[in-house]
């Protein structure tokens, strides 16, 4: 059904829509930071607060905590135009969820990594708004950024940067990722500009599916 604006009927269902979408945002985007003394936690400071980003493995993780997780992702991935993930899923592709946590226990972040084995550098010449193009060969990788969101009002503050850097800190056990091991998934000309500023160079590494171990 298409919407026209003016027409008094499509304008009050419009508002009652987005009224119910706002409401349910508001309600996923809280994360109740008493109720997770189990789940890795790391500080990070941004320009005017101190967040948190709790790191959740569904291999190790309670499924409380993992359920609440998945639900935060899955309503990201409906704001990014993603498929939804079931908890199998989780498992079986070794990935982790990583949430972002302000002072008032609003979500501000949420990343989705995931265990791959290689990836390609993006040629920098050939780059254009609707595609990236890769080199042939692959590299070797270790950790994909598969999903990365920040709230509008928590943007511009490096809290993407900082995300990463705790995934990087926490995704292998007792281990730092090296930044040259990290890749994202293939990224619009947003997700390019913020993967350029956090690996400081325009031919950071990319992943496909294919990539990924199973």
């Known amino acids: 059904m298409a919407f026209q604006r003016g027409v008094s009927a499509d304008e009050l269902l419009h508002k009652k829509h987005h009224t119910a979408w706002t409401h349910r945002h508001s309600r996923i985007l809280v994360w109740d930071t008493e109720s997770v003394p189990t789940v890795t936690c790391t500080p990070i400071k941004s320009s005017n607060s101190e967040r948190f980003v709790y790191g959740i493995d569904p291999r190790i993780s ?24 079931a908890m199998h899923e989780l498992r079986d592709k070794e990935r982790k969820i990583f949430v972002c946590v302000a002072p008032n226990n609003r979500v501000d972040g949420c990343v989705l990594a995931e265990t791959i084995s290689q990836a390609r550098r993006v040629v ?13 060969e ?13 709230a509008t009002s928590a943007r511009r ?26 890749a994202f998934t293939q990224p619009t000309a947003d997700g390019r500009a913020l993967a350029e500023r956090v690996f400081g160079r325009k031919d950071f590494l990319v992943y496909t599916e294919e990539s990924m171990i199973s």
């Open 62 to 85: 309670p499924k409380r905590h993992t359920q609440r997780a998945l639900r935060i992702l899955n309503h990201v991935n409906e704001q990014l135009g993603a498929c939804t993930l």
């Open 124 to 136: 920098p010449t050939l780059l254009s708004d609707s595609s990236t193009v890769c080199r042939l």
């Open 138 to 150: 692959n590299e070797r990788a270790v950790c994909g950024i598969s999903r990365i969101w920040v």
């Open 157 to 182: 503050q490096g809290v993407a940067r900082q995300m990463v850097d705790v995934v990087r800190s926490t995704f292998a056990y007792a281990c730092r990722v090296d930044l040259d091991l990290v």
